[in-house]
């Protein structure tokens, strides 16, 4: 069953309309970065203090905003912390959502991040070293969920966040990154950082043209990958990658699934986030990816839901025989 929110019909419509006035007034980005006075707020947005306090009333009410003891306003705490995590910001969350009226009225995208090699990686670039810090902790709790391996492949690895925290656990476990030229300029550099540029190495092509050497890993990472795919192509991604799987070796998909505590709303909003940023992407449904799986070779599957940003975020591993 989908979740309820627990809010009437008047008290939906109110904080819709106060939520959209902040981000209308610019009050997002200031609201994430500390605490304020009203008066404050007010002169720097220049908006009508009994308006701006009326409003902040509703987000306070609604656990969006809180407000100190000396009676400053400050986006929640988890909201703040997860705000100051995401690639831009809040501001560049406010700036994605604010697109929906004219994504919904004329099919408007803020994003063409499935476009060809080159588009992608002109929007992957800059973005996936905010994309590692954003899913920092999940992946550290994947690598000790996970035995250690001695060979990893990461696919589509942009910052290498979560195969590089599965080499971390282990004292020899070597990584392989393969993503595009200028993308594999972060995973290096975090390689580095984490000590352990010794024991990788790296790919630098498009996924839908790699040519991998079979039975070479013991895990290939598929981590926020398929979902940029139609189900036919991440399916054909799927088929490509497994015979370079060692006997007995593991696919890792990580993504934002329709399963788990209170997943269906993120699982919803982050349908929308990808629509409005992709043309076919799409977060499969974790059935569809264990049928993808399965078609490609024996194997049996185990869920490992994470905490993550986004609500639905897990690991479905496959295990091959």
């Not at 309309?17 to 404050?40: F, R, T, V, Y």
């Not at 966040?161 to 282990?170: F, G, R």
């Not at 349908?271 to 992709?278: D, F, Y």
Request: aromatic share 6%; proline share 4%; with cysteine.
């Amino acid at each position: 069953m989908s979740p309820r929110l627990n809010l009437t019909a008047h008290e939906l419509a109110g904080v819709v309309g106060a939520a959209a006035a902040a981000a209308n007034a610019g009050l997002w980005p200031l609201l994430a970065q500390e605490a304020h006075s009203e008066a404050q707020l007010a002169s720097s947005t220049s908006v009508d203090p009994l308006a701006l306090s009326r409003v902040l009333g509703v987000l306070v009410a609604a656990g969006i905003v809180e407000r100190d003891p000396l009676g400053r306003v400050k986006l929640a705490g988890h909201l703040a912390d997860e705000c100051a995590a995401t690639p831009g910001g809040s501001a560049a969350l406010i700036r994605l959502f604010a697109g929906t009226p004219g994504f919904l009225r004329h099919a408007e995208r803020s994003g063409h991040m499935d476009g060809d090699g080159q588009t992608r990686a002109s929007a992957y670039a800059p973005t996936v070293g905010g994309l590692g810090r954003l899913f920092g902790s999940a992946a550290e709790q994947l690598a000790r969920e996970l035995p250690v391996v001695d060979e990893i492949l990461d696919v589509g690895a942009g910052s290498g966040i979560w195969s590089l925290s599965m080499a971390q656990v282990s004292d020899h476990t070597q990584v392989t990154g393969l993503d595009l030229p200028k993308v594999l300029d972060v995973f290096r550099g975090n390689a580095e950082k984490y000590g352990l540029y010794q024991r990788t190495r790296v790919l630098a092509c498009d996924y839908h043209e790699l040519e991998l050497s079979p039975a070479a890993y013991d895990r290939i990472v598929l981590a926020n990958v398929l979902h940029l795919e139609s189900a036919a192509a991440a399916r054909q991604l799927i088929l490509r990658v497994v015979p370079a799987l060692k006997a007995g070796g593991q696919i890792v998909v990580v993504d934002v699934f329709d399963s788990g505590a209170d997943a269906a709303l993120g699982h919803a909003v982050y349908q929308l986030h990808l629509a409005m940023r992709t043309q076919s992407g799409f977060a499969h449904a974790r059935r569809e990816i264990e049928s993808w799986l399965e078609s490609a070779g024996s194997c049996t599957t185990e869920f490992f839901p994470l905490e993550g940003y986004v609500r639905g975020l897990g690991a479905l591993c496959a295990n091959y025989r």
